[in-house]
């Protein structure tokens, strides 16, 4: 499943449509009726962890403040969530680098997160939105201005292009296409910056106070009520790279090693949506590995909390010391040497 990093980039991909109208749509899906969006304006793009949520209005005057606006920049939206920029504010210029201005990923996604939506206002009750829900399946995407192509054969030997769930054309001729994603209409975006791990108001005490639980880090690190957008990659990675054995419980670790993972966490997925917004592929060092970067041999095994999902893990047993105490309950889940 795509993680907050990738999510976040889908919303990129989106912002530049926002003030376009949907003159034409197509997809499989059966979960909304396409048609309903004809002749809507995008009028705003959510983010929240793994969840993205679109809105769409009836077109109205845009006002002379956008108009007045230069591209890409905006103003005056909700703070952390709502934007209309096209995503080029997410790097310096070249006036700002010579100027000597903070390039680090964390800024841009700050600058980023303050741009809003002008090109409409909504009125709750005369012109209200309409919202859709887009929770993304394991291998789920967005493509802007492009259909997906096969690049191998299917289980079943043929070369067929992956069907999209949603096309979107606007009228200045782009589109966006939706691949594996569950969509459904929804009041309101369902919001809670405190626990996104990529926005600016993500809550650290918070977190921190759900890493000192008796419960092993790596089921903490996947709670989404206190890391919202924080996947399995991620988890893997940051456990590697704070040397925590993933089945420590939290409650055992030193202040020092849970503030260790805790920004860990926070640094890793700024660099990955970093490295996706400048196209770069991000260096993992221990998911998916036979071996850690010191020469080790990984472990790998499949864990979860008893009524939760059980996922992949993998761990250097030199690299990540193992600190469970010997009455320490079986965690659940499976092992593999």
């Known amino acids: ?27 499989s899906t059966k979960q909304m009726n396409p048609e309903e969006l004809k002749s809507l304006m995008l009028c705003d793009t959510q983010v929240h962890g793994k969840n993205l949520f679109l809105a769409f209005g009836a077109i109205q005057e845009v006002t002379s403040d956008c108009r007045n606006q230069s591209p890409g920049r905006s103003s005056d939206g909700p703070a952390g969530q709502g934007t209309a920029a096209s995503g080029v504010g997410c790097f310096p210029t070249q006036q700002e680098k010579n100027e000597g201005a903070p ?18 206002k909504a009125d709750a009750d005369e012109h209200p939105w309409k919202w859709l829900h887009f929770h993304f399946g394991l291998y789920g995407s967005i493509r802007a201005n492009e259909f997906a ?5 299917n289980k079943r030997g043929d070369w067929n292009d992956p069907i999209p769930r949603l096309v979107l054309h606007f009228n200045d ?18 919001t809670q910056p405190a626990t996104d791990i990529l926005s600016p108001a993500f809550d650290q005490e918070q977190a ?3 890493l000192c639980e008796a419960t092993p880090v790596c089921y903490t690190l996947l709670d989404q009520r206190y890391f919202s957008g924080l996947g399995n990659v991620i988890k893997n990675e940051v456990l590697y790279l704070a040397r925590i054995q993933p089945l420590s419980l939290g409650s055992l670790l030193a202040p020092s090693d849970r ?36 020469g080790h041999e990984v472990q790998k095994g499949t864990f979860g909390p008893r009524d939760g999902l059980k996922r992949l893990t993998w761990w250097c047993p030199q690299c990540q010391p193992c600190r469970l105490p010997e009455e320490m309950p079986p965690p659940h889940g499976t092992r593999d040497a």
């Not at 976040?8 to 034409?24: D, I």
Request: charged share 20%.
């Open 1 to 27: 499943m795509p993680e907050g990093p990738s999510v976040k980039r889908f919303q990129l991909l989106c912002t530049p449509f926002v003030g376009q109208k949907v003159t034409k749509v197509g997809g």
């Open 103 to 120: 390039s680090d990923p964390e800024r841009h996604l700050q600058e980023e997160e303050q741009a809003s939506s002008p090109f409409l």
């Open 173 to 190: 001729q782009g589109l966006l296409v939706f691949y594996n994603c569950r969509i459904r209409p929804c009041s309101s975006p369902t």
């Open 259 to 294: 503030q260790s993972v805790l920004g860990h966490a926070v640094r890793f997925s700024l660099e990955w949506l970093n490295s996706k917004l400048k196209g770069e592929r991000l260096h993992l060092q221990i998911y998916g590995k036979d071996r850690c970067p010191s």
């Open 149 to 153: 192509r096969a690049n191998k054969a």
């Open 208 to 210: 921190l106070a759900a």
